[in-house]
């Protein structure tokens, strides 16, 4: 029972990928925003927490009272083997289906999700169970099977109470969606890391995946001759040499897992963050970076599908070769004037609350 008299439902949160590196040091979007999330149910709800042990390691402050340690994690490689891409899928159906038995409670929040959570709802229902269910992508309809996913994906949505819809955008096909960008915009965390004053600098942050256009961004920053620090786990060996080797005198690439310190101190000390993402995937799909260097005013240096995706203004550009040195030392003012603006808005962490615990309502 709360101070007020009143029962405190339990909502159950459920991570089911653990993904970390070879060192089993979590990676990825769940670490960072389970504290976030966990934080924003609190005194109204009472998170419990289902995760495997490198995500509730990374996440303490999300708070242990209750948790579960889902036993199966995913070790990130730039190569996988078919073998262990098949074992890695099994790893996540045998986590889903100890939360939707184990969970207790009524509602669970899948708060970081991909396509295989899809696959299991549509072959073996979510159990009785009410799902909130995040989704970074509006539809899963790109590549040679994506005509098929799409329709699981429609099918999964059918066992699904709601879709928290990190998209403005999105729509989908058969349930009810509510927009919630990524993070909040806690100035208590934030503000001690926006620096003022910015030598001219870009920095590009977060897991080297393969999805990036590491190459073209390294290509046309040695051309611009504009200063570029590359920072984050590179699980590709051979790609990490071979971009080491095409970097000009002006681009650092550091091979490493950042703390939470030092990727927001990087980051707000950049004049410029670089995106180099597949406009034809993340036009229609969010990103953290983007929204963090919103809240330090690092001016967001991306595709132009990319920045309309995700509503954000930016440095936009077409292609790679169409990116010049002078826009990068235009004045920025305009911009950090907007990034104030949205940081007010649909960002700040009272909107954020208020969101969330409307979407835990259980309206049935």
């Known amino acids: ?28 979007h769940a670490p960072k925003v389970l504290g976030e999330y966990a934080a924003f149910l609190r005194p109204e709800y009472t998170p419990r927490i289902l995760a495997p042990r490198c995500v509730l390691k990374a996440s303490a402050k999300a708070g242990r009272e209750g948790a579960k340690v889902l036993p199966h994690h995913i070790v990130m490689k730039a190569h996988p083997s078919f073998f262990e891409k098949v074992v890695n899928k099994f790893r996540m159906f045998a986590n889903i289906r100890i939360v939707l038995k184990q969970a207790g409670g009524d509602t669970v929040w899948f708060f970081n999700t991909e396509f295989y959570l899809c696959l299991y709802l549509a072959l073996f229902g979510n159990s009785g ?119 000009g005198d002006n681009i650092t690439i550091r091979d490493e897992y950042l703390s939470r310190e030092e990727y927001l101190r990087l980051l707000g000390r950049a004049s410029h963050v670089v995106l180099p993402y597949a406009p034809e995937q993340y ?36 292609s790679w070769d169409t990116l010049k040195a002078e826009a990068l030392n235009e004045d920025s003012a305009e ?23 409307e979407c835990m309502e259980d309206r049935r």
């Open 129 to 247: 169970k009410r799902i909130v269910f995040t989704s970074f992508k509006e539809a899963y309809d790109g590549g040679r099977l994506g005509g098929i996913k799409q329709k699981i994906f429609e099918r999964a949505q059918k066992r699904m109470a709601l879709i928290i819809s990190s998209g403005e955008d999105f729509r989908f096909k058969n349930a009810p969606s509510v927009y919630l960008p990524d993070y909040a915009c806690d100035e208590k965390l934030f503000a001690p890391y926006r620096e003022k004053e910015r030598r001219p600098n870009a920095v590009c942050l977060g897991t080297m995946g393969a999805e990036k256009q590491l190459e073209e961004m390294v290509e046309t920053f040695t051309r611009l001759g504009f200063p570029l620090t590359v920072a984050g786990r590179f699980y590709d060996r051979e790609r990490l040499k071979r971009l080491k080797e095409m970097a």
């Open 283 to 318: 036009g229609s799909q969010t990103s953290g970076v983007l929204q963090e260097a919103l809240f330090l005013d690092t001016v967001i240096v991306a595709p132009e599908k990319v920045l309309k995706g995700n509503h954000v203004p930016g440095l936009g550009f077409e």
């Open 1 to 28: 029972m709360g101070s007020n008299g009143k029962e405190i439902k339990q909502i159950v949160m459920a991570e089911y990928q653990g993904r970390c590196d070879e060192e089993g040091t979590a990676v990825g």
């Open 335 to 357: 911009l950090h004037r907007q990034y104030a603006q949205l940081r007010s808005g649909i960002y700040s962490k009272e909107h954020m609350k208020k969101t969330i615990l």
